[in-house]
């Protein structure tokens, strides 16, 4: 009998993933099989580029909030999916139970039920999985001086990626508001990823006359097997949890800057991020950017930080080619090419051809820009696939996502030209009612004008789609 025929009878994924103190160890179990690998692991945050950048020490507290960050993202990437030794993509093996077992210094703090709770809420909701904690006590950092030469008032930070959304929202941020102090926080895999990212925010501070300082975070996990565990590298690809990573990351610094807002621009249709077929799971359709997780992270960063603190989406009711428009009279319109949003972009190698053209990133980029009437400058030589002559793309497979967004477009208009447009998208998509009531609560008049912004992002979005189909040959 194969492995596949069985399956149907293993439990989902249950693992117990437990840090040394010195946090440089972690063992992974996997408690279904009895299975069981020990890493040395050096991935950590490093404190020298918040402390360079802003002359500060960071306080227990928000040490221990990194280090749990931290934590999650590599429980996450460590803890496969799907059971170990079986070849299945079965939608049932989706969630996971993780076991978290952490050491923290300010352990009073992170014991107390409603903390502990948020936490929890805000990880099962990124992830889908279900979360259990265990805390232990270590002792606090060595404290220096902290030496603050000026306190900083006015002051902007936001979260940077070097992809066609920041680049649009930021440049039009900071061409309608001056600030003393802009921040902008990238995070870096790999150098090719640093260099787009420094490239534009030394052309942002160049083209719009602003002082930007670029403070990159780099998230690196090099790690290697104990002797005795397992010599098998298992790796999750989803890794569903780099939203909080990059938010936890962007809010402790805004917060060391003096500013209690964290912002980034995400279009509307990216932030919802609708399933695009039925049966859609996984990275596509990822919550790092939904209302829903913004609202509840910020409610546990309101309380880690002790004062009210918010991450903003600057572009939440806005589609992708609004954000573009902006653009059009901007000093930098013809920098649009030096940002990337493929989904395999910085890990591409094809000469010259800094995105694919087929991912869903791609379509919605070369969408964007075509609605915006940018086109002329979305050169097609810098796409693997040109999507506007399909007959070149001789492997149909590859246009499996440009279908499902097809399937997604059609699927939409068909609900907005029922009489009751929103009762229809929302049995179609039951997750916009859920971000409803998450968002608005109980009022009605603040439930009844989220629905109208909804109903006019996507009506706006299928528009442009249309003049994007428009020009296909």
Same mark, same amino acid.
């Given at each position: 009998?194969?492995?596949?025929?069985?399956?149907?009878?293993?439990?989902?994924?249950?693992?117990?993933? =437990?840090?040394? &103190?010195?946090?440089?160890?972690?063992?992974?179990?996997?408690?279904?099989?009895?299975?069981?690998?020990?890493?040395?692991?050096?991935?950590?945050?490093?404190?020298?580029?918040?402390?360079?950048?802003?002359?500060?020490?960071?306080? /227990?507290?928000? =040490?221990?909030?990194?280090?749990?960050?931290? #934590?999650?993202?590599?429980? /996450?990437?460590?803890?496969?999916? &799907?059971?170990?030794?079986?070849?299945?993509?079965?939608?049932?093996?989706?969630?996971?139970?993780?076991?978290?077992?952490?050491?923290?210094?300010?352990?009073?703090?992170?014991?107390?039920?409603?903390?502990?709770?948020?936490?929890?809420?805000?990880?099962?909701?990124?992830?889908?999985?279900?979360?259990?904690?265990?805390?232990?006590?270590? $002792?606090?950092?060595?404290?220096?001086?902290?030496?603050?030469?000026?306190?900083?008032?006015?002051?902007?930070?936001?979260?940077?990626?070097?992809?066609? /959304?920041?680049?649009?929202?930021?440049?039009?941020?900071? #061409?309608?508001?001056?600030?003393?102090?802009?921040?902008?926080?990238?995070?870096?895999?790999?150098?090719?990823?640093?260099?787009?990212?420094?490239?534009?925010?030394?052309?942002?501070?160049?083209?719009?006359?602003? &002082?930007?300082?670029?403070?990159?975070?780099?998230?690196?996990?090099?790690?290697?097997?104990?002797?005795?565990?397992? $010599?098998?590298?298992?790796?999750?690809?989803?890794?569903?949890?780099?939203?909080?990573?990059?938010?936890?990351?962007?809010?402790?610094?805004?917060?060391?800057?003096?500013?209690?807002?964290?912002? %980034?621009?995400?279009?509307?249709?990216?932030?919802?991020?609708? $399933?695009?077929?039925?049966?859609?799971?996984?990275?596509?359709?990822?919550?790092?950017?939904?209302?829903?997780?913004?609202?509840?992270?910020?409610?546990?960063?309101?309380?880690?930080?002790?004062?009210?603190?918010?991450?903003?989406?600057?572009?939440?009711?806005?589609?992708?080619?609004?954000?573009?428009?902006?653009?059009?009279?901007?000093?930098?319109?013809?920098?649009?090419?030096?940002?990337?949003?493929?989904?395999?972009?910085?890990?591409?190698?094809?000469?010259?051809?800094?995105?694919?053209?087929?991912?869903?990133?791609?379509?919605?980029?070369?969408?964007?820009?075509?609605?915006?009437? %940018?086109?002329?400058?979305?050169?097609?030589?810098?796409?693997?696939?040109?999507?506007?002559?399909?007959?070149?793309?001789?492997?149909?497979?590859?246009?499996?996502?440009?279908?499902?967004?097809?399937?997604?477009?059609?699927?939409?208009?068909?609900?907005?030209?029922?009489?009751?447009?929103?009762?229809? %998208?929302?049995?179609?998509? $039951?997750?916009?009612?859920?971000?409803?009531?998450?968002?608005?609560?109980?009022?009605?008049?603040?439930?009844?004008?989220?629905?109208?912004?909804?109903?006019? %992002?996507?009506?706006?979005?299928?528009?442009?789609?249309?003049?994007?189909?428009?020009?296909?040959?």
């Amino acid at each position: 009998m194969s492995a596949d025929s069985t399956v149907g009878d293993l439990k989902n994924p249950k693992y117990d993933i =437990i840090f040394s &103190k010195e946090f440089h160890c972690v063992q992974v179990k996997h408690l279904n099989s009895g299975i069981q690998r020990q890493f040395v692991q050096k991935f950590h945050f490093d404190n020298r580029n918040y402390e360079r950048a802003l002359f500060k020490n960071l306080p /227990d507290r928000f =040490i221990d909030l990194l280090e749990i960050a931290n #934590s999650v993202f590599l429980a /996450d990437r460590l803890s496969l999916r &799907k059971p170990i030794g079986f070849k299945t993509n079965n939608y049932r093996y989706w969630k996971r139970e993780l076991i978290l077992n952490l050491y923290l210094r300010d352990i009073t703090f992170w014991q107390n039920p409603n903390v502990i709770e948020k936490l929890k809420q805000v990880l099962d909701y990124l992830t889908e999985d279900h979360w259990i904690i265990n805390l232990n006590s270590k $002792p606090s950092s060595s404290k220096q001086l902290n030496f603050d030469f000026y306190h900083l008032k006015n002051t902007f930070t936001a979260l940077f990626s070097g992809g066609l /959304d920041s680049f649009a929202g930021i440049t039009s941020h900071l #061409s309608e508001n001056k600030y003393e102090h802009v921040y902008l926080l990238s995070v870096v895999t790999n150098k090719r990823m640093k260099g787009v990212q420094k490239s534009l925010t030394d052309t942002f501070a160049k083209k719009l006359n602003t &002082k930007i300082f670029y403070v990159p975070i780099f998230l690196n996990l090099n790690q290697r097997s104990l002797p005795g565990s397992v $010599p098998e590298h298992f790796e999750e690809k989803t890794q569903r949890s780099r939203g909080f990573l990059f938010t936890v990351y962007g809010s402790v610094f805004s917060m060391l800057a003096g500013s209690n807002i964290l912002g %980034l621009f995400e279009n509307g249709i990216g932030a919802i991020n609708l $399933p695009m077929v039925n049966f859609q799971i996984g990275t596509d359709n990822t919550r790092s950017v939904n209302p829903i997780f913004l609202i509840e992270i910020s409610k546990l960063l309101s309380e880690v930080f002790d004062t009210s603190f918010e991450i903003k989406n600057f572009a939440q009711w806005l589609t992708k080619a609004e954000l573009c428009k902006k653009l059009k009279n901007s000093p930098l319109r013809e920098d649009v090419n030096k940002t990337v949003s493929c989904d395999g972009s910085f890990s591409r190698r094809v000469r010259r051809k800094t995105q694919c053209g087929i991912c869903t990133s791609c379509l919605l980029r070369r969408q964007a820009l075509a609605a915006a009437e %940018l086109n002329d400058i979305d050169l097609n030589d810098n796409y693997q696939f040109d999507i506007y002559r399909l007959s070149t793309i001789r492997e149909r497979k590859r246009l499996s996502q440009f279908k499902a967004m097809q399937y997604q477009i059609s699927k939409i208009k068909s609900c907005l030209d029922r009489k009751n447009a929103w009762f229809e %998208l929302a049995k179609s998509f $039951p997750n916009l009612e859920e971000m409803k009531l998450r968002v608005c609560g109980s009022s009605k008049n603040e439930q009844i004008l989220f629905q109208e912004k909804v109903l006019n %992002l996507y009506s706006k979005y299928l528009n442009e789609w249309n003049k994007f189909k428009s020009l296909f040959h």
